[in-house]
């Protein structure tokens, strides 16, 4: 990877819909060429997925949690059943196994504290191997990216 394609994954982070003539401008390259770093960058799963980042006001997501969550048992199919049932969950947006206090970090999308409330019955609660569970509820939104620092 040379700073060509540096340049376009940087441009591409910020705009998806970008075009290619716009980002041959950028690179310093024809349109021909960012077409087959793209598709060599696609290909590579550099470019792992182009979404559209919504926001979860104007979708009646009030409520962003921070969840660490504590297994009761360090068996490898429970973890593994709990890791699918994360991953598989609409609500859970960010999952990260960690090192430290907890085993897991969550970031839970609802729509208000009743629904957050739901979601912890229905994920936590019910699942013997959660041995417990902490929420930090989000108050602000200072910065929240995607963008990698290229």
């Known amino acids: 990877m ?3 394609d540096k340049r376009l994954l940087a441009a591409l982070q910020k705009d998806a819909k970008i075009s290619i003539q716009a980002l041959a401008e950028i690179a ?11 598709k060599v960058l696609r290909e590579a799963h550099v470019i792992k997925k182009e979404v559209a980042i ?11 949690a921070i969840v660490a969550v504590e297994l009761e048992r ?9 890791k699918r049932k994360a991953r598989e969950d609409p609500q859970v947006t960010h999952f990260y196994c960690i090192a430290g206090d ?25 699942d013997k191997n959660v041995r417990k569970y902490r929420t930090s509820i ?9 963008e990698l620092p290229i």
């Open 2 to 4: 040379d700073g060509i």
């Open 28 to 38: 310093g390259t024809s349109t021909a060429s960012v077409q087959r770093r793209l």
């Open 54 to 64: 919504l926001n979860p006001k104007m979708l009646e997501l009030g409520v962003t």
């Open 74 to 82: 360090d068996r490898v199919d429970q973890i593994d059943a709990f």
């Open 102 to 126: 907890a085993d897991f970090i969550m970031i839970v999308m609802a729509r208000d504290i009743e629904d957050y409330e739901a979601f912890t019955h229905r994920f936590f609660l019910a």
């Open 138 to 146: 989000v108050v602000s939104t200072e910065k929240a990216t995607m």
